[in-house]
């Protein structure tokens, strides 16, 4: 075992050299995946940079703190930054006072490791028995080309059905199915809708004397961001299954999205983008009973329960498989860093659930280590905590993302800011209802082919 160790640091302090990067000249026989022998335990002083909400921030400083008083030797310096976060992070880029470990967008994260801004964390990742590829979750790795890892998704995120359980009782119906071979079709989610979306005279959507233009409860709701939230459950992809252009004239493409626009003017139970204006953000909704379905990301949870709504989780509905789109933001360590081991050691702190179980358990955030959804001492610990995980969030939403779940298409698209400046004003129309999805697919396909330049890994 000795000789092992001994051999590991030596891998990795020969990877850290041929990077360009300076290994730490001392460093304790610290908890870093493989030993460092000798030190003298040298003060050392990393920064740390990330945005999110007021209760985020508060869970980021204590985890610095918890960090600081095991590795005394090691100060983190944290830069909160909520607002034009890249602007801030690039000006400190260009004055050589970038931060050690911070966490970037995931399109950005790609592009500044081309770039050369990152570090490649393959090298640690290659060698650390703790946190490797077989220790992650699916999808929790981002690559820029083989070999080479941009980032690791500090928390995961998933997308999954919630809904008020007191207006399903009301009306008489069973909730939404909370395992993945149960999984609503999309006639039985769109009826279920229809029956929940009532007009200011009482009627639902099934009446024949229905008023669309004056509803009082809608059957569910979404965020036209999320228009490629059913491409993976109609068994296709954006990509081309080659990679060699953009999917959108995938007819199996073009039905999952028109799916979603069909919510809103052919079936009348999801709000417009106008009407939507008129509604409170959706925890509000599903409060107030505005709406009584919403198809969001898992980080709603963590709203509802403190506001003590009586909701409920089920898988979201399928095209043709049951799947749920995966959308967690990296952690990166910059390649200037002149702390590379310290920094890793960081890393795997902020990486590691235990040490902001609060947030988990508040139903914010989702572990990316594997053990956290397979060993049941470990579930128990945030899963099953209330008010933040509502009955059968181990299913809809634990075991589906990891059995059945798969990336947004912003963590492998290149080029996706300039995509999406065309993209998005097209699917604009599609929700205002000016046009539908093939016209407007069609109608910037040159411009699209345009823009591609691949994907990444």
Known sequence: MRKRLALLLVLGLA?????????????????????????????????????GSANERKAQESMIRKFMDKYPWITVEYMYA??????????????????????????????????GKLYNLNEFLATDPDINESSLIPNAIMSWDQGKVAGVKVTEEAFALYYNADLFEEAGLSPPPVKAEEAWDWDEFVQTAKKLT???????????????????QFGVRFNTWMWHLFVSSNETSIISADGSRMN????????????????????????SPLQEKNLPQPMLALQSKKIAMDLDGQWIQLDLGAANVNYGVGVLPKLKKSTTVQ?????????????????????KWLIDAEHAIDMHASGLWMPILKDYYTK???????????????????DAVMRQTLANGVNSYDYYLKNIERINAILIPALDQVFLGKKNVKQAFADVADEIDAAFQGTYP
């Open 15 to 51: 990877a850290l050299t041929a990077a360009g990067c300076r290994p730490a000249e001392s460093l304790p026989a610290a908890e870093i995946g493989y030993a460092i022998k000798g030190g003298s335990q040298e003060p050392v002083t990393l920064t740390y940079a990330s945005w």
């Open 82 to 115: 909520p607002g034009d976060y890249v602007t801030k992070l690039t000006t400190m880029y260009a004055s050589n006072r970038a931060p050690d470990v911070f966490m970037l967008y995931k399109h950005t994260a790609l592009q500044w490791a081309e770039q």
């Open 198 to 216: 009532i007009d200011r005279n009482g009627r639902n959507a099934l009446d024949p004397l229905f008023d669309p233009h004056h509803i009082e």
């Open 248 to 271: 959108l004239q995938d007819p199996a493409v073009i039905e999952a999205v028109q799916k979603l626009a069909d919510l809103i003017y052919v079936h009348h139970v999801a709000p």
């Open 327 to 347: 959308f967690g933001e990296p952690i990166v360590m910059s390649a200037t860093t002149e702390h590379p081991l310290e920094a890793w050691l960081f890393f």
């Open 376 to 394: 049941p001492e470990l579930i128990t610990r945030w899963a099953d905590e209330k008010p933040g995980h509502p009955d059968g969030y181990e």
